[in-house]
């Protein structure tokens, strides 16, 4: 026996097993019974091992039934999410087309649009609820398949109220296109405006579509010149409508005083009309000045906007005068009084008016232009031509506030007196 195992090397482990269980050793003959005993329990373990295998195999059998069966499933889920996807796919694209038809028309009536997006809408629902119907097994018939119905609903809802509100804007931006278009016509343009002894040019600038600057000019007898710079209080609709009211009483006082009117006259006249129209929930200040060539003199009255700058080369130096004069805003009081201050003019002389949104004006960094910065920039151009005095100014201004967004309106005039 012990040539035989040293034939056969090492026992597999199972046999080994058996043998040590029986008592029995693999270098002995064993007896009859041990023998018997030791095949029949290697004959059971092999049985077991057959009957694991089969159970094994139907159990990828079964297990493979199942995956056809998932995997069946699956697709036809997939085909069904397909369907729901093409739904909002074509939904979507009939909304993009209706905001696209929105984008492009000419006209404020959109019931036409309405009445598409509400097609749309109805076409979805429809659709959705066909798909999910009769099929309980699948997630499309759950919580989630009506979330997703009624969250689509609701955007194109929501789309409907966004076409109103834009069709109202539209409505809106164009009246205050025209708005716009009309107080322009209210101010001269950017050309310089030649007199006999003066030269004058402006510069305006609303913070929106409309705003609350404005000036003008009106030639009087014997070669006058009477000008004019008012700012109301905020800017947009509203102060833009009292600019127009105030140029209104500006051509009814000329047109009644004729050509003797007094810068004093002139605003008690404005005043009268601004308090009537605004009734104290707007004010204007303005300041009117009077050229006259013969006596050589600028005669103003303030009604408390800021007082205009003089800038005077005498004896090769220069000055820089701040011309005051005190007065009411209009609007503020119903019989307010504006004195005249008379100054002489001599050849050379440079005069501005501006509005506050020039001086406070800020940069990025929440600081204002100021009237610091205004002096010096005008002292160091006030010698060119108006244009360029009045370019001079606007460019140091821009480069200031950078890219900040105006916060009011910015109007300047800038005279210079000839011989």
């Not at 997006?117 to 659709?127: E, G, I, M, V, W």
């Not at 966004?162 to 322009?184: F, G, I, N």
């Not at 609303?206 to 800017?235: E, F, K, M, N, Q």
């Not at 500006?250 to 605003?267: M, N």
Request: some cysteine; proline content about 4%; glycine content about 6%.
């Amino acid at each position: 026996m012990g040539y035989t195992r040293a034939l056969m090397g090492p026992l597999d482990s199972l046999v080994q097993k058996q043998l040590t269980r029986l008592g029995l050793s693999p270098d002995a003959p064993p007896e009859l019974d041990q023998w018997q005993k030791f095949l029949d329990r290697v004959s059971r373990h092999y049985k077991h091992v057959e009957e694991d295998r089969r159970l094994l195999n139907r159990s990828l059998e079964l297990s493979s039934e199942e995956m056809h069966a998932l995997q069946q499933r699956l697709r036809h889920e997939h085909d069904r999410l397909g369907l729901v996807v093409a739904a909002i796919s074509e939904g979507l694209h009939s909304f993009h087309d209706a905001v696209a038809l929105l984008r492009h028309s000419q006209s404020t009536d959109v019931s036409h649009i309405e009445h598409s997006l509400y097609d749309a809408k109805t076409r979805f629902s429809n659709r959705l609820t066909d798909l999910v119907a009769g099929d309980s097994s699948s997630p499309l018939s759950s919580d989630e398949a009506r979330t997703i119905r009624n969250d689509f609903l609701q955007l194109a809802d929501q789309l409907v109220q966004l076409v109103q509100v834009t069709a109202d804007s539209t409505t809106l931006l164009r009246d205050l296109e025209v708005a716009r278009a009309v107080q322009q016509m209210l101010v001269p343009g950017d050309e310089v405006i030649e007199r006999s002894f003066v030269r004058m040019v402006g510069f305006f600038r609303p913070a929106a579509h409309c705003g609350g600057d404005w000036w003008s000019v009106y030639d009087l007898a014997d070669d006058r010149v009477l000008t004019i710079i008012g700012d109301v209080t905020g800017h947009g609709i509203a102060p833009a409508i009292l600019t127009g009211v105030a140029k209104a009483t500006c051509d009814i006082a000329r047109l009644i005083a004729g050509d003797q009117i007094t810068c004093s006259q002139l605003l008690a006249a404005m005043n009268s009309g601004i308090y009537r129209a605004a009734r104290q929930q707007l004010f204007m200040t303005c300041v009117a000045s009077l050229f006259d060539p013969k006596t050589r003199t600028l005669t103003l009255a303030n009604a408390g906007h800021n007082f205009p700058y003089l800038f005077r080369r005498q004896d090769g130096n220069s000055q820089l005068h701040h011309l005051v004069s005190p007065g009411n805003p209009l609007g503020a009081s119903p019989d307010s009084d504006y004195e005249s201050r008379v100054i002489d003019l001599a050849e050379g002389d440079v005069i501005l008016w501006y509005t506050d949104g020039v001086t406070e004006c800020e940069n990025a960094q929440a600081q204002q232009f100021g009237e610091k910065r205004l002096r010096r920039v005008f002292q160091r151009v006030a010698s060119s031509e108006p244009a360029r005095v009045r370019d001079g100014i606007i460019d140091r201004v821009s480069s200031f506030c950078g890219t900040s967004v105006p916060a009011d309106d910015m109007t300047m005039v800038v005279a210079c007196v000839g011989q």
